[in-house]
């Protein structure tokens, strides 16, 4: 049944993208901001996607074979921010539902459906796409 609902994404016509890698992940937050407060966003609402942004392109680091990549665009009415890695997701709800305090891990996923209007996946063996969309000011 997840199968029927993880299906590839359809390509944007434009946007702005970066490669990164431990080297560089600082610029993944700054091209999101930038492209976000061209938009209008500003104050916490900014500090909320750099937020998100952030934890997804440390997931790459950790989680995704050590680099990937941010494409941001604007598409109905909403940033849309993406990074994609050569990981792979096999819990459909991860960052969905609460962790146990206990449990050792990463929060990032849960961080960054906390603060994003949405979030979509699609993941397959080898390669990982997370999709996080802010609606606009």
């Known amino acids: 049944m997840v199968d029927g609902h993880n299906r590839p994404f359809g390509e944007p016509e434009r946007f702005a993208a970066l490669r990164f890698d431990r080297t560089n992940l600082s610029a993944v937050r700054g091209l999101a901001a930038r492209e976000a407060a061209a938009l209008g966003f500003q104050g916490d609402r900014l500090d909320d996607i750099r937020l998100a942004v952030a934890e997804l392109g440390a997931n790459s680091l950790d989680h995704g074979g050590g680099s990937g990549v941010l494409r941001v665009w604007a598409a109905d009415d909403r940033l849309v ?10 819990d459909p709800l991860v960052g969905r539902r609460p962790v146990d305090p206990r449990d050792a891990g990463s929060r990032g996923l849960l961080i960054v459906n906390l603060l994003s209007d949405l979030v979509r996946v699609h993941s397959r063996v080898g390669a990982t796409t997370v999709r996080v969309y802010f609606d606009l000011p």
Not at 81 to 90: F, K, L, N, R
């Open 81 to 90: 921010c993406e990074v994609s890695d050569a990981g792979h997701i096999t």
